[in-house]
């Protein structure tokens, strides 16, 4: 997409153009898919908290600088991943009670091959504190204080989410005689 395109595409979602807002939504829903993808337990949590992101994108979107050039949509894309993970991380913590030692309990067959799979069979904890430190770049600290545990939890759960990784990694491997 090009500079122009998006800028037209934004001034159009600035002035409430339904049209404009169905495009920018499809542009960005694979990226908003495979971020929200990481931390949802299941698809449809994870369309909805998509969903949320791009509300929350499109009421920010006049405080988004807008160059018409092709940093646009990268800018776009990191201010949209930045709401994306805040509101992976308030879901969190809304479903932290419910399901606090919860694992989706897949075999490790169901794992071979597939990182993303076996990152989501973790724990919800010990998957936010993974994708938050691993993946986003946070470091204890500030997982510490956005997800309202201690510093000491939070080097744990990074602890157990690697041993869990590293224990499915080494039963898909094959043997080897």
């Known amino acids: 997409m090009t500079g122009r395109n998006i800028t037209f595409i934004l001034n159009g979602c600035l002035n409430n153009d339904r049209q404009c807002q169905k495009e920018l939504y499809r542009q960005l829903h694979g ?6 993808y990481r931390y949802a337990d299941v698809e449809e949590q994870c ?7 791009f509300l929350k994108l499109l009421n920010k979107l006049n405080q988004i600088h807008r160059n018409g050039d092709t940093d646009t949509m990268l800018l776009l894309k990191e201010q949209f991943k930045l709401i994306l993970i805040n509101i992976c991380v308030e879901h969190y913590h809304k479903i932290k009670g419910i399901s606090k030692d919860h694992d989706n309990n897949m075999s490790h067959e169901q794992l071979t091959g ?6 989501r069979s973790l724990s919800p ?53």
């Open 114 to 119: 597939k990182p993303i799979e076996a990152i």
């Open 31 to 36: 990226f908003a898919m495979s971020v929200c």
């Open 47 to 53: 369309v909805d908290l998509v969903n949320k992101g």
């Open 125 to 177: 904890i010990n998957r936010m504190v993974f994708n938050l430190y691993a993946i986003e770049g946070y470091g204890h600290m500030k997982i510490s204080k956005i997800l309202g545990i201690s510093l000491n939890d939070s080097q744990f759960c990074l602890m157990q989410a690697r041993n869990q990784l590293r224990e499915q990694v080494m039963v898909s491997k094959p043997a080897t005689t």
